[in-house]
């Protein structure tokens, strides 16, 4: 058949949140210098707008190329792929460029789409055939290759993975990843001398310097060569304080496969003091046999490849890279179905861009009784909340909180809930029991007081709300969010006038494109009469925030006191407009300043 349907440079129009993924969970301290900055990462021809294009730029979907459509439904499946890709829904985006293949089954870019499609969705099984028919059609394509290389490796088709491996194009983040899956690949021939060959041919001084130790370690170990094992995981762990997560599993069990017991307990330890509260190595520190450490231990093609990708996608810059983070992790759960660490990477990375439920979906997957059961259980419930199932997600962490009863970080989460639900009252309960429990160490937790503070001040116990906010400056004193908050309280309240203009001005240094924050600027200076000034401040602060009411009623209340009658009730209608209709204690006095002027509002 022809193809007729659209000329499809427009993949996917998607949107980044910012970025989640964080803790000592990934083999990280890589670079992101490395991936080129332009993120050629696999030299993909079409990705979402999230990541930069190597080749050519993504272009809207024209109406002249869905007229030239081969038939009305296959247009109408299209634009639905499109508008669910648009609004992050993969798994229906995929389902709906499937569709459109079924009246255009050789449109390489329509291929594309559904394969890049159907990996984010986290159906690679799927993702195989149409890659297949992608590397029959266009052998050149940047991502076909490395699915077909991971379906090889999964069913031990060596040569097969070689193969496909070697059509990947050695740019952005390929120039790290294809020496290292080839050395997995000799792993799996048995020739391992072959595989620290191909690591060292790809040697470069480009921020992966600890992540290529950690696979040499990995390597090392099932030649046998434990001294040079032990050196490589020794750079390895320089990635960070106490280590990364992966390096201190697979060093650890190499040093109890090894009789080195001692040595084992303190690595466990050195990452336990970094990580105070984790929960991830509690099974590693209560178990010590040999058969664990062997459990444990990567010595498969497959493992190394799901290794590699998990690597590189723990290590991408999610506010740029985050789809082709999420690539490389589906890819390495398709490879490694079983492990935890990549469900919690991929649930991060799904958490950072949004998608709530999936990313529920993908902590779920972490087994309650693994050592990250913990924390995936946490994540969901904070993500439950934010799509809007904020009853399911409290009754989850109150299950919680009473199976664990030592454990303060169910009640933080639960108490970061029930805040944001406003439910001051209770919210600040919790928190005293997190405090009660964490003992000294809640001294040193400015966040808890910050957050406890916001919840008192809004339940009306301003004298120990203030007590927190200023306990949180002492552990945390040019934090940006906790100087305004106090400053902007002190200013409505029309105390410590001064010494909250200092504060603010702080904030605002850190976060001038903060509105809210340049708001309570403007604000503090229209309550020390400096109403010039307040003005200018103000006109800054709805223009970062056009939508807040709050704002614009304070412009209004400016420009009113600067003479400029007209456009101060102008911005006060603006206020009332935004305004939800239930909130009487706002709208009120808006509404008699509009009759009235300044005075009438009271």
Same mark, same amino acid.
């Given at each position: ?16 949140? !910012? ?15 490395? $991936?080129?900055?332009?993120?050629? #990462?696999?030299?993909?021809?079409? *990705?979402?707008?999230?990541? #930069? ?26 634009? $639905?792929? *499109? ?18 293949? =079924? ?44 699915? %077909? ?113 001692? @040595? ?51 290590? !991408? &810059? ?38 709530? %439920? ?8 972490? !087994?309650?009784?693994?050592? %990250?059961?913990? $924390? ?6 904070? =993500? ?41 009252? @209770? ?58 908050? /106090?400053?902007?309280?002190?200013? &409505?309240?029309?105390?410590? *006038? ?39 401040? *103000? ?15 304070? /412009? ?18 603006? !206020? %009332?407009?935004?305004?939800?209709? &239930? ?11 509009? @009759? ?7």
């Amino acid at each position: 058949m022809t193809s007729k349907l659209v000329s499809c440079r427009s993949l996917f129009v998607l949107l980044s949140a !910012a970025p989640l993924v964080g803790g000592a969970l990934f083999v990280a301290g890589c670079s992101a210098s490395a $991936s080129g900055g332009d993120d050629a #990462a696999m030299a993909f021809n079409l *990705l979402p707008a999230t990541v #930069a294009q190597v080749d050519e730029p993504l272009d809207l979907i024209s109406a002249d190329s869905v007229s030239e459509a081969a038939e009305p439904t296959a247009a109408g499946s299209y634009l $639905s792929a *499109l508008v669910a890709a648009n609004n992050r829904d993969m798994n229906s985006a995929a389902n709906y460029f499937l569709m459109t293949l =079924d009246a255009d089954a050789d449109n390489p870019e329509l291929l594309r789409q559904a394969h890049l499609a159907l990996i984010m969705a986290g159906r690679v099984g799927e993702a195989v055939p149409v890659a297949e028919r992608i590397d029959a059609i266009e052998p050149n394509d940047g991502v076909a290759p490395l699915t %077909l290389t991971a379906e090889a490796l999964r069913t031990g088709d060596l040569d097969a993975a070689s193969g496909y491996l070697g059509k990947l194009p050695l740019s952005g983040y390929n120039i790290v990843l294809v020496p290292l899956v080839e050395a997995w690949v000799d792993v799996g021939r048995g020739d391992t001398k072959a595989a620290l060959e191909a690591i060292a041919s790809g040697l470069s001084d480009d921020g992966f310097e600890t992540f290529r130790a950690y696979h040499i370690a990995l390597i090392e170990d099932v030649a046998g060569h434990a001294e040079e094992a032990d050196r490589a995981y020794q750079i390895a762990m320089q990635t960070q304080e106490g280590g990364a997560y992966r390096v201190v599993r697979a060093y650890g069990a190499f040093l109890r496969s090894q009789g080195r017991i001692a @040595e084992a307990r303190a690595l466990y330890q050195n990452f336990q003091d970094a990580n105070p509260g984790s929960m991830w190595l509690d099974d590693a520190m209560l178990d010590f046999s040999d058969a664990a450490s062997e459990d444990e231990r990567t010595d498969t093609a497959a493992e190394g490849m799901a290794e590699v990708l998990f690597g590189i996608a723990s290590s !991408a &810059d999610t506010s740029t890279s985050g789809s082709t983070a999420l690539i490389y992790a589906q890819l390495a759960a398709f490879l490694d179905p079983s492990s935890d660490v990549i469900q919690l990477l991929i649930g991060d990375l799904l958490d950072a861009d949004g998608q709530w %439920l999936d990313a529920v979906a993908a902590y779920e997957r972490i !087994a309650p009784e693994s050592p %990250l059961g913990w $924390s995936g259980r946490l994540r969901a419930a904070l =993500d439950l909340d934010r799509a809007g199932q904020s009853d399911e997600a409290i009754a989850r962490l109150r299950a919680m909180a009473e199976e664990r009863p030592d454990r303060s970080d169910v009640l933080v989460t639960l108490g970061d809930i029930l805040r944001t639900q406003e439910n001051w009252e @209770e919210s600040v309960a919790v928190y005293d029991q997190a405090v009660a429990l964490m003992g000294d160490m809640a001294d040193e937790s400015w966040r808890l007081h910050y957050v406890r503070g916001i919840a008192l001040e809004r339940a009306g116990d301003w004298a120990r709300a203030e007590q927190d906010f200023l306990a949180a400056l002492d552990v945390n004193p040019d934090n940006p969010y906790v100087l305004n908050y /106090l400053g902007y309280t002190w200013v &409505d309240q029309g105390t410590h *006038l001064d010494e909250a203009l200092d504060m603010i001005k702080r904030a605002v240094e850190q976060r001038p494109q903060d509105g809210y924050i340049v708001d309570s600027l403007g604000w503090a200076l229209y309550r020390l009469e400096d109403y010039e000034g307040a003005v200018r401040y *103000l006109e800054r602060a709805v223009e970062l925030e056009p939508g807040d009411p709050v704002i614009n009623d304070h /412009l209004g209340d400016a420009y009113w006191q600067v003479g400029r009658r007209d456009e101060a009730r102008y911005q006060w209608k603006r !206020a %009332l407009t935004l305004s939800e209709d &239930d909130d009487v204690e706002l709208m009120a006095p808006i509404q008699a300043k509009v @009759e009235g002027g300044l005075d009438a509002g009271g």
